[in-house]
């Protein structure tokens, strides 16, 4: 368990794109870019507001898309959205529940440096005698993910509208949400930039390729998934020097705002999985992966529905969906392949299942903050979000064991 917890804390696959990735999160906000992609999104929702929860859920995920921090993301909508919905006369309870469950569904589910995809990419790395790019992790995880949005959040709005209707009135605000400021379009597109060239740099769409000794010195030697690990590194320092350019009167503080933000990757979530790596280790050690195995061979229905719901109850309990992704996606990959069942699916659902479990969990970091935004308490925010995520999760799985996903 030491070996693991020096091995893994000093493991550049998890140190350089979540600290580089949570760096460019923090000079998107010092910069200001973040909040103009805010404003772009949020634009419709001022002249529909019968549409304002699902749209502003859907705005949270987007968002949450290049800002791979539930917590950032948080902060980042809030300023923007809390008074326009509170203009539109919704409780705080309602308010806050929203941002939640937008900021933490999943969203960074579909970014190739979010940490659960390089949790996945890494263990199915050591299987196969290939390097397994975070980026083929996303094509499992899009047909899970998209589904379970659109459920989650229809229900959702179905449950707060009844509950809104069922609130004493609120009284109409005694002072109006302030006017929209004009949206920079070069800012606002600045968050995407390292997602592009991500996307771009590799399969399916190769439409270039990143030279290795751009990222590794010439008469250095490859290890594993380093070229991969540092290609991402490289898009958000791109990110990094794009958000610079697009407000250059704010430049001294961006290596600032990018330190502080890798340092609080590493602190926040770093350690996280440095925590939920060792207990995994453990776990290992004292048999109880085995007999996971050993369950789902016998009953190999199973598979699935303890794979989506086991990650949920941990994360809800922990607060972390990094550290239950972390800590249990490992139990599923050899009965998964033993059933014939692809492992990057699993990882799919293990992922999904964490990031609901987080989301519903009072002590998360981003329930906390959603709670302190609105004037709240998180566990009222977890009990409005708790049931549409339970039954999506429910009906993803049962529409999977149907073959019909």
């Given at each position: 368990i030491v070996v693991k917890f020096i091995a893994t804390f000093s493991d550049e696959q998890y140190v350089v794109p979540i600290c580089t990735a949570m760096g460019f999160a923090y000079v998107l906000r010092h910069t200001g870019c973040d909040q103009h992609l805010v404003r772009l999104l949020t634009k419709p929702l001022r002249s529909a507001r019968i549409f304002l929860i699902p749209g502003v859920v859907l705005v949270?995920?987007?968002?949450?898309?290049?800002?791979?921090?539930?917590?950032?993301?948080?902060?980042?909508?809030?300023?923007?959205?809390?008074?326009?919905?509170?203009?539109?006369?919704?409780?705080?309870?309602?308010?806050?529940?929203?941002?939640?469950?937008?900021?933490?569904?999943?969203?960074?589910?579909?970014?190739?440096?979010?940490?659960?995809?390089?949790?996945?990419?890494?263990?199915?790395?050591?299987d196969e005698q290939r390097v397994v790019s975070p980026k083929e992790v996303v094509p499992a995880v899009m047909p899970l993910l998209f589904p379970h949005l659109a459920i989650a959040t229809a229900i959702f709005w179905v449950l707060q509208l009844r509950a809104e209707r069922k609130a004493p009135a609120m009284p109409v605000p005694t002072v109006e949400v302030a006017p929209e400021s004009r949206v920079n379009l070069l800012r606002a597109v600045v968050p995407l930039v390292p997602l592009a060239l991500l996307f771009m740099a590799g399969p399916p769409l190769n439409v270039f390729r990143i030279p290795e000794h751009w990222v590794i010195p010439v008469d250095g030697v490859a290890k594993g998934s380093q070229y991969e690990t540092r290609l991402i590194g490289l898009a958000m320092l791109i990110g990094v020097l794009a958000a610079s350019l697009a407000n250059p009167w704010v430049v001294r503080g961006v290596p600032k705002a990018f330190f502080?933000?890798?340092?609080?990757?590493?602190?926040?979530?770093?350690?996280?999985?440095?925590?939920?790596?060792?207990?995994?280790?453990?776990?290992?050690?004292?048999?109880?992966?085995?007999?996971?195995?050993?369950?789902?061979?016998?009953?190999?229905?199973?598979?699935?529905?303890?794979?989506?719901?086991?990650?949920?109850?941990?994360?809800?309990?922990?607060?972390?969906?990094?550290?239950?992704?972390?800590?249990?996606?490992?139990?599923?990959?050899?009965?998964?392949?033993?059933?014939?069942?692809?492992?990057?699916?699993?990882?799919?659902?293990?992922?999904?299942?964490?990031?609901?479990?987080?989301?519903?969990?009072?002590?998360?970091?981003?329930?906390?903050?959603?709670?302190?935004?609105?004037?709240?308490?998180?566990?009222?925010?977890?009990?409005?979000?708790?049931?549409?995520?339970?039954?999506?999760?429910?009906?993803?799985?049962?529409?999977?064991?149907?073959?019909?996903?």
């Open positions: 949270g995920f987007l968002v949450n898309i290049p800002v791979i921090s539930q917590t950032s993301t948080a902060v980042c909508i809030g300023a923007v959205v809390v008074p326009l919905m509170r203009a539109a006369r919704l409780s705080s309870v309602t308010i806050g529940a929203t941002i939640l469950l937008g900021a933490s569904i999943g969203g960074e589910l579909l970014n190739p440096g979010a940490p659960e995809l390089n949790t996945v990419a890494k263990r199915l790395s050591e502080e933000g890798a340092g609080y990757a590493f602190a926040e979530v770093v350690s996280l999985i440095v925590i939920a790596s060792c207990f995994a280790e453990g776990v290992k050690i004292v048999g109880v992966a085995k007999l996971i195995g050993d369950g789902i061979q016998q009953v190999p229905g199973m598979l699935i529905p303890v794979a989506g719901f086991v990650p949920l109850a941990f994360a809800a309990l922990s607060g972390s969906g990094m550290a239950s992704t972390q800590g249990l996606y490992g139990f599923f990959v050899d009965p998964a392949r033993a059933l014939g069942v692809d492992p990057k699916e699993i990882g799919a659902f293990v992922s999904l299942g964490a990031a609901a479990g987080r989301t519903m969990s009072p002590v998360a970091a981003v329930a906390l903050m959603a709670a302190k935004l609105t004037g709240t308490n998180s566990f009222e925010l977890a009990r409005r979000v708790a049931p549409p995520l339970l039954i999506s999760m429910a009906i993803v799985i049962g529409l999977r064991l149907l073959h019909l996903l």
